[in-house]
């Protein structure tokens, strides 16, 4: 499966910027589509999952109310991160990640095996 990112670069803080993430027709079959970040020296955090299956979305409570998790249901193989009110310390890696099957552990990174190549947003004025 591959996994491409796209849509990062410098924001200024309280901006708005939407990342997207294109899947391979396989991957389109998985249930989990979502976002991790990491920051320099920092470990992979969990930032949101969509979750088909369990038709909701889960976020991380550092980014809960500030950023949006969509699928497109018309290109299936679609996904977006709308992340709007953004901080300095959102400054980070984005990667798109896609999992057969739910977990309940979907905010551990370990739970992933496929990963896309990572989109850089920074946030600074």
């Known amino acids: 499966v591959q996994l491409q990112a796209s849509g990062g670069g410098l924001v200024e803080p309280w901006g708005s910027v939407r990342l997207s993430c294109a899947a391979s027709e396989v991957a389109s079959n998985y249930d989990v589509m979502g976002w991790f970040r990491q920051a320099p020296g920092k470990e992979r955090e969990f930032v949101g999952i969509f979750s088909k299956s369990r038709r909701r979305t889960y976020y991380s409570d550092s980014v809960k109310g500030r950023f949006t998790i969509s699928r497109d249901n018309a290109k299936n193989n679609m996904m977006y991160l709308q992340m709007t009110s953004l901080k300095p310390e959102d400054t980070a890696v984005y990667y798109c990640?896609?999992?057969?099957?739910?977990?309940?552990?979907?905010?551990?990174?370990?739970?992933?095996?496929?990963w896309g190549q990572g989109t850089q947003v920074t946030v600074s004025s």
């Open positions: 990640v896609v999992r057969v099957r739910h977990t309940v552990a979907y905010y551990d990174h370990r739970q992933y095996e496929h």
